[in-house]
Nanobody
């Protein structure tokens, strides 16, 4: 059974940093495109960043370019989202997701079939 588990969320002050982790069981993450999405209260789930299979390419939402970095650690079967210069508008539940069919990655939630349970990120002073 495939399972994705996010961790690393929490409360951070504006300008601070967090690193989110997406760990997998029952599959090898490097074989799949992985995306990070977020959903704030009352808003649609939106794509934040994604990495293609084997990390060949990455994409970022304009709102996080230059501040967030997605990466893979194959030895740990984990995908990370390093978030820096955090803003209050980054507050949301963050989810990782897996696209079982495409090698490239897109920030379109309907492409992803497997989702983690989410981790809360709150940016506030």
């Amino acid at each position: 059974q495939w399972q994705l588990v996010e961790s690393g969320g929490g409360l951070v002050q504006p300008g601070g940093s967090l690193r989110l982790s997406c760990a997998a069981s029952g599959l090898t993450l490097d074989d799949y495109a992985i995306g990070w999405f977020r959903q704030a209260p009352g808003k649609e789930r939106e794509g934040v960043s994604c990495t293609s299979t084997s990390g060949g390419s990455t994409n970022y939402a304009d709102s996080v370019k230059g501040r967030f970095t997605i990466s893979r650690d194959n030895a740990k079967n984990t995908v990370y989202l390093q978030m820096a210069s955090l803003k209050p508008e980054d507050t949301a539940v963050y989810y990782c997701a897996l696209d079982p069919f495409q090698e490239s990655c897109v920030l379109y939630k309907h492409e992803y079939d497997y989702w983690g349970q989410g981790t809360q990120v709150t940016v506030s002073s």
